[in-house]
């Protein structure tokens, strides 16, 4: 599946944004879905993902509380709301896909099939 994110921006701490994904082709409801960040000069890392079975929603310790991920297997899109964005949430953000992932893995980058382009958010003090 190919995949798109969008949505990105600048804005101020305290600020919010939502992400979009937007998946091609009709196997996006079977996916596990992810959302990752990568800051300049660090690893790529988890935020959070949404299992394809059952949509479990599963969340960095960073991002519980402040971030709520959602997904419309109608629209073939998922979705990141980011809510309380402070400036260490400056990054580009990756949106992943994979048909298969076991959930002991899902963290990880290397269990992902797919990827976006990524998109860039801001976060100003």
């Known amino acids: 599946v190919q995949l798109q994110a969008s949505g990105g921006g600048l804005v101020q701490a305290g600020g919010s944004l939502r992400l979009s994904c937007a998946a091609s082709?009709?196997?996006?409801?079977?996916?596990?879905m992810g959302w990752f960040r990568q800051a300049p000069g660090k690893e790529r890392e988890f935020v959070g993902a949404?299992?394809?079975?059952?949509?479990?929603?599963y969340y960095a310790e960073s991002a519980k509380g402040r971030f709520t991920i959602s997904r419309d297997n109608a629209k073939s899109t998922m979705y990141l709301q980011m809510n309380s964005l402070k400036p260490e949430d400056t990054a580009v953000y990756y949106c992943?896909?994979?048909?298969?992932?076991?959930?002991?893995?899902?963290?990880?980058?290397?269990?992902?099939?797919?990827w976006g382009q990524g998109t860039q958010v801001t976060v100003s003090s």
């Open positions: 949404s299992t394809r079975s059952f949509g479990t929603i």
């Open positions: 992943a896909g994979s048909p298969s992932i076991i959930i002991g893995t899902i963290r990880r980058t290397s269990s992902y099939e797919d």
């Open positions: 082709g009709r196997t996006f409801r079977i996916y596990t």
